[in-house]
């Protein structure tokens, strides 16, 4: 009688919609997966198995989770670097490392290694006060972009400040160990995402260059491939996050956002070291999706191909609208759109929130972005698309 083989477990901290989607991929793949959820209900809590509810935080809850984990990884970036070396200093692997991460945790740490590799990124100055906020300003002309360089997400924590007299709205109530960075305002022509993924091992793979769209700081919808971007545009883009990806270290999915000049050049706005908003289109649209990648990056197993399988994919974000009922909404939508294709996190609907995705594919752009425009908007209980 054969001995039984103990199943490889993957432990996730953090327990949102990416790891839910994580989770999916890693049904496919035999994995188990543990899940430290910040509470019973959320988004992933609601489908895996096995759920520990704690603080990411406290030491000691983040030690215990791990114990019986193969691997640890991340459905967000925010769990102290200081808890991820005393794991790793006690043989847990952790991927992506906290050497890694810290540059996804940090914007002043993220400006800085990426100035001294020679990445494009905006003229940009930590600064202690308003007087040296204002100096910034002055020197590189207003507006200016103000980032707390810890915790801001989805336009949280960034300011976008007309002139001197505001200076000092970054600097009211921050954190213990919290930043302020100045940036330069770029005047770009439109936002790109460069998704790739790396293993342990050094392979690595880029998925095509996506536009995004945001609004009030939020990705509303992303096109793939990036509508008229050149050859040599595309391929300088994804050598650009690649590099990056080995020169920081990072295993599992990196997404590189940029800010596209009117002269065609990049800068590199954030850094997000797990699956990302930006990458939700390749769950349909791609040969393999982002998910599966990330957690075949994280066990080390061979990655799977990135490339696009349909011409044109169109994501749209679902954010809490008017229509609180999102699964008996979808009753319209795939009568509508038999190839639409949705995904629920199992939120409760609030304002902007972002509560699921649709994606639309197809060989005509236009009638993709029109059928994900109607369904995202038919979801969020739009006017204009319930007439």
């Not at 992933?44 to 989770?65: E, H, W």
């Not at 670097?81 to 006690?90: K, P, Y």
């Not at 400006?111 to 020197?139: I, K, Q, S, Y």
């Amino acid at each position: 009688m054969s001995e039984s083989v103990r199943p490889f477990v993957v432990g996730i901290i953090g327990g949102g919609q990416l790891a839910r989607m994580m989770y999916a991929a890693a049904i496919r793949l035999g994995l188990r997966v543990r899940l430290l959820a910040e509470g019973p209900d959320v988004s992933a809590a609601q489908v895996v198995a096995d759920v520990t509810v704690g603080d990411y935080t406290d030491p000691a809850t983040v030690r215990a989770f791990a114990e019986g984990c193969d691997v640890i990884t991340f459905d967000h970036e925010h769990v102290p670097t200081q808890i991820l070396r005393e794991l790793e200093a006690a043989g847990v692997a952790v991927r992506p490392g906290p050497d890694a991460l810290v540059h996804a945790q940090d914007k002043a740490v993220m400006r800085e290694r990426l100035t001294a590799l020679g990445v494009p990124v905006p003229a940009w100055r930590v600064v202690a006060n308003a007087g040296e906020l204002r100096a910034f300003g002055d020197e590189h002309g207003w507006p200016v972009i103000a980032k707390t360089s810890r915790g801001g997400y989805d336009g949280k924590g960034v300011w976008k400040l007309d002139g001197v007299e505001v200076a000092d709205e970054p600097f009211a109530g921050l954190g213990e160990g919290v930043q302020v960075v100045a940036e330069e305002f770029v005047d770009f022509e439109r936002e790109l995402s460069a998704l790739v993924v790396r293993s342990p091992s050094g392979q690595a793979a880029a998925y095509p260059i996506s536009e995004s769209v945001q609004r009030d700081g939020v990705c509303v919808e992303t096109t793939t491939p990036a509508p008229g971007l050149t050859e040599e545009q595309a391929v300088g883009a994804e050598r650009l996050a690649l590099g990056i990806a080995h020169d920081l270290g990072v295993v599992g999915v990196l997404a590189v956002e940029l800010m596209q000049r009117r002269d065609g050049s990049v800068v590199v706005n954030e850094l997000a070291m797990r699956p990302h908003n930006t990458g939700h289109w390749s769950i349909d649209g791609a040969v393999t999706s982002q998910f599966e990648n990330h957690l075949r990056a994280v066990v080390d197993l061979p990655l799977g191909d990135p490339a696009a399988r349909e011409s044109w994919t169109v994501m749209g974000n679902v954010l809490g609208g008017s229509e609180p009922d999102l699964v008996s909404a979808l009753l319209h939508c795939f009568a509508r759109d038999r190839e639409l294709r949705a995904e629920l996190y199992g939120k409760e609907v609030r304002p902007g929130r972002k509560v699921g995705h649709v994606n639309a594919y197809g060989d005509d752009l236009e009638q993709v972005r029109r059928r994900a425009r109607h369904a995202a908007g038919y979801l969020m209980g739009d006017p204009a698309e319930r007439g």
